[in-house]
């Protein structure tokens, strides 16, 4: 399934994603219907001047229903999404934001469950942001019915949003990034973002994270099939999951091989073993991620913040040059493209000029 993912990815199952192409009736940015962008869809009316005070102090206390309405604002983007997120930034910086990413089926859902169990055993705070687009296609359970079915059930320690991709491929979508921020002020000690690692996403993941942690497992395939795409060049810690199955050792040695040729990294990204069933190794994953947080740490939430805000920038303007594509240019962009299709022309170049423009 990862094999073809530097190709176009197949059209995702969600429904939602059918519509996604950003523009057209829809906001820019986040490829939502502009009309949820309106108070009178329904949303809260919870951005209201006189009251976002008194929402602020609610979610930076945690209250849940607050959180909640907050992710929700931000997810929508709703009308009331810029003042709230203004209002947020003096209480950001706290979280460490932790990337779970890897093949369909890993078991990134099960492995976040096993984590959520030892920071609560821990006493962290715990925030979980799901992008759970491809658990159809894996059999897997999708994490917030999984959270559900065990320990994080009624515990104000755990919160869990599940997201859908929406027209972002299996990437992160900017809603996502967004609502870090409102699980930041609200003060979760951490925030596990859990992305199915194919195509771009895993690019997506290496710049929003503080620490990026890449899961494999025996059984998916050809030996380290998930690396091709550019999965173990962001990695911070690398992780074998299913260790109770046969070939988990085989897929450790490939790993340590992977490594050992990109020998400036090799000795820094832990590799490690788990069994996120049984919870067998995910003390010792956490202690790695904590080990690698404390060091990004040092590096300043600030400058943490502002690679999120570049991320955020960069998706937009990817946007707005793909709608000014969509638009067309007219006979600007037939030329263009005739150029290309002739050879005379890189796409790359032809991008450069439309931009010039
Ligand atoms: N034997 C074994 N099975 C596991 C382990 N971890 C997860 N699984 C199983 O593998 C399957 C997929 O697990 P998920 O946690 O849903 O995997 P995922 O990576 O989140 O999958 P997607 O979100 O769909 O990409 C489930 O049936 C899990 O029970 C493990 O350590 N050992
Ligand atoms: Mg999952």
């Known amino acids: 399934m990862t094999r073809d993912a530097t190709s176009a990815p197949p059209t995702p199952p969600d429904p939602d994603t059918r519509t996604g192409s950003p523009g057209g009736g829809q906001h820019p940015h986040t490829g ?46 709703s009308s009331h999404a810029p003042a709230l997120l203004q209002a947020l930034q003096p209480h950001l910086g706290h979280a460490l934001v932790a990337g779970f990413t890897g093949p369909p089926g890993a078991g990134k859902s099960t492995l976040v469950n096993a984590v959520i169990r030892e920071l609560r055993a821990a006493g962290k705070t715990v925030a979980v942001i799901a992008v759970d687009p491809s658990s159809p296609i894996s059999g897997g359970a999708i994490l917030g019915d999984r959270i559900r079915m065990t320990a994080a059930l009624d515990d104000d320690g755990v919160f869990v949003r599940s997201l859908a991709s929406r027209g972002y491929l299996g990437g992160l979508s900017p809603a996502a990034v967004r609502i870090i921020d409102a699980f930041d002020a609200a003060g979760f000690d951490i925030i596990l973002l859990e992305t199915v690692g194919t195509g771009q996403n895993e690019i997506d993941v290496a710049e929003v994270a503080d620490v990026r942690v890449v899961i494999s497992a025996p059984g998916l395939g050809d030996d380290i099939q998930a690396m091709k795409s550019g999965l173990l060049e962001i990695a911070d810690i690398l992780v074998v999951n299913k260790g109770d199955r046969p070939g988990a050792e085989q897929t450790m040695q490939q790993l340590a091989g992977a490594l050992s040729i990109r020998a400036t990294i090799s000795d820094k990204i832990p590799l490690l073993k788990t069994t996120a069933t049984s919870g067998e190794g995910v003390d010792k994953l956490l202690a790695e991620i904590n080990s690698v947080g404390e060091h990004v740490r040092a590096t300043g939430a600030q400058s943490r913040r502002r690679r999120r805000a570049r991320y955020l920038i960069a998706r937009a303007a990817a946007d707005l040059v793909a709608a000014r594509i969509r638009r067309g240019e007219g006979s600007r962009l037939d030329d263009l493209s005739d150029h290309v299709l002739a050879g005379t022309l890189s796409p790359d170049a032809a991008a450069a000029s439309l931009l010039k423009d």
């Open 32 to 77: 939502l219907p502009s009309v949820g962008q309106h108070a009178h869809t329904g949303l809260p009316s919870v951005g209201h001047h006189d009251d976002l005070p008194d929402f602020i102090a609610r979610i930076t206390a945690r209250e849940r229903r607050a959180v909640s309405q907050a992710v929700t604002e931000l997810e929508r983007l």
